[in-house]
């Protein structure tokens, strides 16, 4: 008895033995459509995909993968990931990458790899839709494709704000009989967290590792782009000869009348000095420009006003990768006081702090009637005047708390509450992040490091 | 779905008539923007404004500037997303240079009911200070959009203080060609001597 179990158990050994092995040699035959002998896997990446990549990222990625994944536990338990045509679906700022892996000649599974900070989370997509999207890819016969981008979040966290990106695909025949031509759309906004938590991705079959996925920590990325810190953003630019030198000249334009005006490219780079009349500068295309800066007259109010706020969208929206926090709006107003130098500046710099659908919402459909917004403006500046919180005497022009509170009431008039920061730039070089308070009667000025 | 729109639009005309049933509140004239309630009516009931109506005239930079100030009951307005009533005073002014020639003259001018541009508007007044402060609209393209203070001196005698703001302007809106200049005195101070 004990005998023929043994002998049976032998048996069937052998026999998974086989098919294991059959398995195997299938795997080298048909797992790579591209006809390399080298394992998919581990192959170095060169993206193959029809549309522009986060090829960064995706290389960075597999860097990541490579050093954690167990391979014989992946292709048991997956398959092959094929990296060449890993797609970043119109997100290029090191956020999101679906990889698709390969069984039989097909995509059966999509590794989905989220970077938050310096974190890398791998989970399971499977999806059924993106996955016959990536066969078509892969393997149609490809006769037309598409893109098209838009901006979307499904989760209100600043650091999950992800490019929406619909690819279409029309696949064709060779002529072969019986074959349908097709075309296939599907639509991807990064990281989407539905019902429950996202299922892990696990390279490496090691319990003690982390599989990414649920309240795992995730995995070391590399030398993550830097983040949209406020303070960090302007630094690189107060240190910027260039950028110092025009806003000299702003300031010193804003204690005689005559407005002036100018922007600045991502790099930097300051267009001409932009010469307007006496009472208004015409910035001209906010295309490929960051951000732009203007002065305030001396009569006029030494804060940005609600067309300054709508330009600063107009910066926002053109930023290249959907860094949206990139493009800026500021001003320079001047006063005399009984002070040293007997001048005092006011520079002040605005930029979008919500998400990308929030903008595009924002910019193009809220029809702004600017010269309603204005009124108001100035009917809160009246009114605020005549409150000695405000100012420092009766008479006098708003102090920095009372322009700092009329440009927080102007946003909650605009329904931007909290989707725009704003920063004070005193003369000596120090940035200070400016909130309001919970209680809305004051703002704290919160100096960058 | 059809059911529910129909009774959605029901449930807001009940809303609006509610509301507009409702008898109307009045504030005082110097009621905050935030603190004025939808529909109410900031009257004049010190009738403060009344000190400042009549036709003056100033001279400036080689202008003569004449203006004229009326005051309007009950004029409705919309601001943020309120509509309310509130007596106001209106100007309309005429400027003219050194060869009598007109410059700009708004009194002439028909201005649409809800434009602001090239309109003067009282939105309150600071009456220990003796002021009321005024909204300019601004000329072309809204360029010049400020606050103007009028400070009664005495009966026949107006100090007058402007404070336009900067504007950012675009060549769609704003064609260049349009006339940017601004042509209401820029200074504080100046004296306007009744007609």
Redo the contacts between chains.
Sequence with gaps: MRKKIILRLLLLTVFMALLWSCRSEDFFQEENPSGSSTKLSSAKYASKSLWKEDVVYIEKVQQVFLKIANMEHVRANYGELNWDYAMSFGNFNETYALVPIIKDNKVVLLMEAVRIGHKLFLYEKDSQETIAFFNAAIYGKVIRYDESLSGKNGISSKALNYVCSTRTLSVGCDGEPGCVPYVKTETVCGFQQGGGPPKGFDPSGDPNLGSGGGADDGYEYPDPPEEEDPCERIKNKLTDPQFKAKINELKAQSTQGGEKGVKFKEDGTPSETITGGDHEVDLGDTAGFQGGYHNHTPTGIKMLSPPDIVKMLSFAMGQPNGNIGNGFMGMVGSEPCSCPGNIRYYNYMINFNGTAQELSDFLYSMNWDLNKLKKEYQILEGQMALDLSNVDYLGANLNTQGLEKLFFETLKGMGMEGKVNLQKIEDNGIVKNITLNSSGTSTTATPCP | MKTIFFRVIIILELIINITACKAQQTQPL?T???DIISNSYLKDVNNELDNYEGNFTANFDDKTINIFITKELKKPI???TKNYYQDVLSIKYIVKNGNDQVLQDTKNMSIPTN???HTIYS??T?P??NLV?L?Y??TN???????ILLKKLNTNQISWD??????????AS?PPSTD???YLP?IKDLIFTKQ
């Design positions: 110097n905050n923007l935030k919309t601001l943020q434009q602001t541009i939105f309150g600071s220990n200070q402060l909204y609209g601004g393209c809204g360029i010049g959009w400020g606050k402007y404070r336009p703001n900067s504007s950012l302007i675009d060549a704003c940017k200049t601004v820029v």
